[in-house]
């Protein structure tokens, strides 16, 4: 059984900065790509930014040149280090492994942390 679960969400103010983790625990075999989304209230949960087994990575346009994305495939770990916070990155973040193994499709989720950025 694949946990993920968050950490580091908050309350920040503008041009602050927050670095979210993600710890996975379970085994998680074959390849795969990690990734941030977030759901801000009222609004649909879209991707942030997300990395893939390579390291290859890609960003939202919103949030390009502010957040990085970062993998300890050690410690199973995931981080978004956000930089130049602003109020519209205010939502629920989530942490999400997405990939395969042999012919098995599998999406892990986490229960989200909370990014409050006030003005």
């Known amino acids: 059984q694949v946990q993920l679960v968050e950490s580091g969400g908050g309350l920040v103010q503008a041009g602050g900065s927050l670095r979210l983790s993600c710890q996975a625990s379970g085994s998680i075999f074959g390849i795969n790509t990690r990734g941030w989304y977030r759901q801000a209230p009222g609004k649909q949960r879209e991707l942030v930014a997300r990395i893939t087994s390579g390291g290859n990575t890609n960003y939202a346009t919103s949030v390009k040149g502010r957040f990085t994305i970062s993998r300890d495939n050690a410690k199973n770990m995931l981080y978004l280090q956000m930089n130049s916070l602003i109020p519209e990155d205010t939502a629920v973040y989530y942490c999400?492994?997405?990939?395969?193994?042999?012919?098995?499709?599998?999406?892990?989720w986490g229960q989200g942390t909370q990014v409050t950025v006030s003005s």
């Open positions: 999400n492994i997405a990939g395969l193994s042999g012919s098995r499709r599998y999406d892990y």
